[in-house]
């Protein structure tokens, strides 16, 4: 079974923090991916990476970055929070383009 | 005009009941196609891929309609158990990366 763990299930962090988000998977997939889930506007991609030390902007990149420094782990960092940032947070991965993804079980931010 | 869309619903159906979701694509090069599952403040899961011949896992059946670029997902013999939300999901092309996720069919079945 594929494992996608992310680092916490729920947050809660102040204006202006920095934040970091870890997801690690167990399946050695080469692609990862951060997306941010909020009510009436379903999964949205804030960046992707499709191997070690790549990574590419997906639809909502601003105010985010990432690091993928190993295979198993892709961290997205907020590199000082807003309120509009408070939102649940999927990491997932996969093998290859035709296959499924699997995700993580999701980190609920909330930003006061 | 959205890449993906589904009906939000929600649909409301009695147990035992057949419901059926429809989700279109704008890009007619997609090139494959999932359903997942998500239940209330949990992760998406992948419920089953959508072949071109279509398939079947017991009660679901899901098939594909590459002319009319949509896809669909039938629930028979509904039980309490499938109410959560159906995201309907398109790999654009190979060699993307960027899967599009539909918004989602909420679906509550009532005893």
């Known amino acids: 079974d594929v494992k996608v763990t992310q680092s916490s299930r729920y947050l809660v962090k102040r204006t202006g923090e920095k934040v970091f988000l870890e997801c690690v998977q167990d399946m050695d997939h080469e692609n990862m991916f951060w997306y941010r889930q909020d009510p009436g506007l379903g999964l949205r991609l804030i960046y992707f990476?499709?191997?070690?030390?790549?990574?590419e902007k997906g639809d909502i990149p601003e105010g985010y970055s990432v690091s993928r420094e190993k295979k198993e782990r892709f961290s997205l960092i907020l590199e000082s929070a807003s309120t509009n940032q408070t939102s649940m947070y999927l990491c997932a991965s996969f093998k290859g383009q035709a296959l499924p993804q699997y995700f993580g079980p999701g980190t609920r931010l909330t930003v006061l | 005009r959205k890449e993906v869309e589904q009906d939000p619903g929600p649909f409301n159906v009695p147990e035992g009941a057949t419901v059926a979701f429809n989700c279109t694509y704008s890009?007619?090069?997609?090139?494959?196609f999932f359903w997942y599952r998500q239940d209330c403040r949990k992760e998406p899961k992948l419920l089953m891929s959508?072949?071109?011949s279509g398939n079947e896992d017991g009660r679901f059946t899901a098939q594909l309609n590459r002319a009319s670029q949509y896809i669909s997902l039938l629930i028979r013999d509904s039980k309490l158990s499938d109410s959560a939300t159906y995201l309907c999901v398109v790999n654009p092309r190979t060699g993307g990366f960027k899967t599009i996720f539909g918004a989602g069919t909420r679906l509550f079945v009532k005893a």
């Open positions: 990476s499709y191997d070690v030390k790549m990574k």
């Open positions: 959508v072949y071109s």
């Open positions: 890009n007619s090069a997609s090139q494959s």
